[in-house]
């Protein structure tokens, strides 16, 4: 050993010893079991203190690289391969915890793994059974696509024009006179709401919304610096809205039409009032409509898009509900430069959504085949609707309370007890039931669970009730 | 009139006067063509100075609500209640010039918008011809997929299990061996730059690559508040890097094979110097390799992530540059915490890529189609890049050089003088040719052009060569 530290560098003299020693590891020159020269030779050929030495050898052992077996004599550790391989990881850990977007709540990452297990009941899933997805019409409708060299090509940046012109169509039962410039195609609502977020609002923005709200569930706004509010009933007046936002940009989330989660439907009254109210506060309004259609026995009232005269209103429909959420297809739908925005960021991000995706939206909208689908379905949904209904009602009377479904896919049942914690929550699970608990629509909620009727079949929708039930009896009595 | 202006609000008093009057004219009380009454009448009403009265109506006037007729009297202009319309429009311009995402570049706007008119020849394209999707055997193979309930619902957060164990296979021969846990399905391989960038990079990072690169093309990273540092040939040493990035987090781009634009292949010991620098380093690496299947006459050389020990290369593959764009396909191969940190924020972003699409891309890997489609690729498109570079002898000898390419889609041509300018760009685009100029892969570049072979048909492509020949020819006499 003729290697000596170079106190000219200006890394320390044991830190030295510590890298040069890894090295002989490394590099196979001291195999596993190598054992030491003695510690007073050491330092007499390294030129330096025997503490100095010491000190080298003391961060080795702590490492894992060296180890003393009795006495003084130390040997190269039987474990110093795997400590080796392990400091060479590329620590991923540290860049995720530094990065921007946010992680997914740990109740959520929870729902979206178990909801790979077939065993589970999931009883919260925003999502259509299986079976009530019109798979095999699908399949079927693909032959009669139009799917040439163009349109399986990149897509222009607003997406098809042939479905923006369908679109255009299909919103007049909406209320909504458009034209394709002003449609942007997304894939999903939830995409309409990343674009917006990093395409229209500044870091700081308010993103006023009801207390009870989708939003608070995804990270979409908060991950860029974006505040949301959660207003009750009587906060929704410009003075309060004026006093919340100061002088900041802000904007309103709204879902007018069987709100998620709680399934309100807001009259045309109450519709024209919001618009009013937003447009002299001068407040741009994110109308989310992709609930609409599942109204069980009434047509919806126009959307309020419909009494846009100043373009503040960004309106956003999707198949995901109704038709398939594979498809990953919604749209938004606002004045032109507002899309214009959209488009050339969703250009930025992915270039654009799937083509043949497209292709099969437009093919359901053009036949009609997506209304007289739509027929069907509600009626199935309504008959779901008041299964669970009624097995709430020989459950759960005595401890809560709940309005019948007008539509959609939920009831949002409220517990006059606050019983909802995430220890219920994880209860459940391990019974194989998945429920969708009220704090992650609103911070610090115990009382509210957004239960689905869209999801299990009959038989689960009746074991998930009556496990659900079960637990909640075997926590009181605890 | 008996309104006065309140001395005790902290509004000016002439501000006072124009709300007011702007709230008789919209509320209809002042209709169009209405005479005011005398100035001097009027201050006395208000209570003020002729001046304070006067400073008001300039501003009405200037605004364009008031007008003067003859003399002294002052009307409602006839335009006044479209001046109050446009007022009342939300002004999204304030927005987006306030929000997070960069636009794209003007340049690559125009690209964007001019790529759709059918007109242009498109000379610099990234994207394959119509007529070279396998548009017709696509259609084919839908009657083959298995679409069920499941396979179009919500996709689990890494996508379609079957779609991840079809690359798992696929990729063995880029000497990649790796499990469906370590697979992430992206919307096309920008989508996972995307990810990345607000998935694993903290503000202020530095993304190293080659001095012309792709990225610098979009905004995806610095959008972020993400570096983009172009290193050239000589910079690519240990102590460069660590000057370069200081403290910094850090992450390297790179396309092995194939590079876009400048068509270079590295050897595979260029690939384990890069790599090893990286690993000494502990600098990440993003490898872009969706152009590795276009190599004409020889096999690629396997994927840097075919070395890594350490878990730091994260691998992009794609389907848009072989099979079609439209289908929106991607994949990431990485360790398993950067996999579960893109799938959890892709659930947040748009909740999975197309079902449809997924299936597609699993059905041609699976059954070989893909690869069996692949070769026939290669011979056009080797049959297309002798075109391009028949066509270059013929124009540009004299004044560029070239290298006769080795796969893909693109020519990079180096003028010999700075010719390359916006200038040129619009001169082009008005006689309806399309070229991407080398100032979007490096900014001040006025050399370069990334000529596409793929997409114009051969008389498009002789077309466009001449009329770039005829534009420089011009510019130079002039």
């Known amino acids: 050993m003729n290697w000596q530290p170079n106190r000219s560098l200006p890394l320390s003299l044991s830190k030295q010893i510590v890298q040069w020693m890894t090295e002989q590891i490394e590099s196979g020159e001291w195999p596993i079991g190598t054992k030491l020269p003695p510690q007073r030779k050491l330092a007499l050929s390294f030129g330096v203190n025997r503490s100095t030495l010491q000190e080298a050898i003391d961060e080795l052992k702590a490492n894992g690289l060296l180890s003393s077996k009795t006495g003084s004599a130390t040997y190269v550790s039987n474990d110093s391969w795997n400590v080796l391989v392990k400091q060479k990881q590329t620590n991923w850990q540290q860049y995720i915890e530094a990065s921007i977007h946010k992680s997914n709540f740990q109740t959520i990452q929870l729902i979206n793994e178990f909801e790979q297990d077939d065993s589970v009941i999931r009883l919260g899933t925003g999502e259509l059974n299986p079976l009530l997805l019109p798979s095999a019409a699908i399949h079927a409708s693909l032959s009669g696509l139009d799917l040439d060299g163009k349109t399986i090509g990149y897509s222009s940046p607003q997406g098809s024009l042939s479905l923006r012109q369908a679109i255009c169509s299909y919103v007049q039962k909406r209320g909504i006179v458009t034209s394709p410039e002003n449609i942007c195609i997304v894939s999903g609502a939830l995409q309409a709401l990343q674009l917006i977020s990093v395409g229209l609002l500044e870091t700081g923005s308010f993103v006023l919304q009801d207390r009870f709200s ?265």
């Open 214 to 478: 989708y939003l608070n569930s995804i990270h979409t706004f908060q991950s860029f610096g974006m505040h949301l509010y959660g207003l009750s009933e009587h906060q929704y007046t410009l003075d309060m809205i004026q006093r919340i936002r100061r002088n900041r940009q802000a904007i309103l989330y709204t879902i007018p039409t069987l709100h998620n989660p709680t399934g309100n439907c807001m009259t045309i009254q109450q519709k024209k009032e919001l618009y009013a109210l937003c447009e002299s506060a001068q407040l741009p309004i994110i109308e989310d409509d992709v609930y609409c259609e599942l109204l069980f026995d009434e047509e919806p009232t126009p959307a309020m898009k419909a009494f846009d005269q100043t373009g503040g209103v960004l309106y956003i429909g999707s198949v995901s509900k109704t038709l398939s959420p594979g498809l990953r297809i919604g749209w938004v739908i606002a004045s032109t430069p507002v899309i214009q925005r959209l488009a050339d960021i969703k250009m930025q991000m992915d270039y654009g959504s799937s083509a043949i995706s497209q292709q099969i939206v437009e093919h359901w909208l053009r036949t009609g085949l997506y209304e007289r689908h739509i027929e069907q379905l509600k009626i199935e949904l309504q008959r779901r609707a008041e299964l669970m209904d009624s097995l709430l009602q020989q459950h759960f009377q005595a401890i809560a309370s709940w309005e019948k479904p007008k539509g959609g896919f939920y009831i949002w049942i409220k517990f006059h007890e606050p019983i909802v914690t995430t220890d219920l929550f994880m209860q459940l699970l391990k019974n194989k039931v998945l429920i969708n608990p009220g704090y992650i629509y609103a911070a610090n909620d115990a009382h509210h669970i957004r239960l689905s009727f869209a999801y299990g079949s009959d038989a689960e929708l009746e074991q998930g009730i009556e496990i659900l039930y079960q637990q909640i009896q075997t926590n009181k009595h605890r």
